[in-house]
């Protein structure tokens, strides 16, 4: 598993994070300053030998230097505006194996322009709507 973040959000989310990650037993740290101080290149170890790579980066920057073909699962939840998820679509696409999956959030009245990047960018194919604005396809 790959979490990328610039982390040039609001500081007091990053509590809310680290609790995710709490949660999802794959972070072992309460403490949000060792969090931050292990983020640029933290591999983080969860049960059954989960391994979670964190990104202190840009997504552009983390797919630029990934295997083609690599991930079963991309999910997209980044920067919410249309160039920003077109981008995101295009440079991950590529990424994801045959028969793998790419989803996202915020296919939504609320955000137009990731609504408007994801109906664009697999016209061709079939997008499945899920609930709490989800969306996914198969490659």
Do not use: N
């Amino acid at each position: 598993m790959h979490l990328i973040d610039t982390l040039q959000g609001d500081e007091q989310s990053l509590p809310w994070a680290v609790a995710r990650m709490l949660e999802a037993g794959c972070w072992e740290c309460e403490d949000v300053t060792a969090w931050k101080r292990h983020w640029p290149s933290a591999t983080l170890c969860g049960p059954m030998g989960l391994r979670v790579h964190v990104h202190h980066a840009t997504t552009s920057a983390v797919a630029a230097v990934m295997m083609q073909g690599y991930f079963d699962l991309v999910f997209i939840d980044a920067d919410h505006s249309y160039d920003a998820v077109k981008r995101d679509i295009a440079d991950w696409w590529p990424l994801v194996s045959p028969g793998g999956i790419m989803a996202g959030h915020d296919f939504s009245f609320k955000d137009p322009g990731t609504r408007k990047a994801v109906v664009e960018s697999f016209s061709s194919g079939e997008v499945f709507l899920d609930s709490d604005a989800v969306w996914w396809t198969l490659k």
